[in-house]
């Protein structure tokens, strides 16, 4: 084998090898976001109970984005299992990035995230596209409700990556397959 490939050859196995490494950070994050849904999903339900919080916001914004269907769109317990797939889809998807982020996971990093996630989307998309009304205009204890549920995932989403990323045994090498020539 010519001396360009091996270099050609080593080159695409540091690819593989990093893209291993890539897909697994992004699959423990989504991972650790199921698990920081699930600790969120449980406060808002207390927060619900408490009377603060009214209809948990992703059960409105599923009712809102699916009723465009007319009367097919889901009631009842419909709504509540296609707002707890798309709650728990959405916390996955976040983790997943959250894992690609650079650097070792730390509760301050994911408080952080957390509230950046509250920010994005309750101070900016879902008003703009009339899910959920400005945080300034909705329904008192609601925007409070949500930011320290926020908080609760970002803080749980860093635990979670951070048990993960340590207790992950190395990965196997990239080998070279053989081929025929």
Known sequence: MTRRRRRRHGTARAVAASMQK????????????????????????AARRLGVLGEPPPRRITRRLLSHLGPLSPRGRGLDAAATLA???????????????PGRPSAARG??????????NYAGVLP???????ARRDRPGRPASMIVAHLLYGATLA????HFSESQPPLPPVTRRATST
């Open 22 to 45: 890539q897909v697994v950070r992004a699959s423990s994050g989504a991972v650790s976001g199921l698990a920081a849904t699930a600790a969120m999903s449980l406060f808002l339900l």
């Open 87 to 101: 709650h728990f889809s959405f916390g996955a998807a976040i983790g997943g990035l959250f894992g690609l982020a």
């Open 111 to 120: 408080v952080l995230f957390g509230l950046g996630v509250w920010a994005f």
């Open 128 to 134: 703009q596209l009339g899910l959920m009304p400005p």
């Open 159 to 162: 635990g979670c990556q951070r």
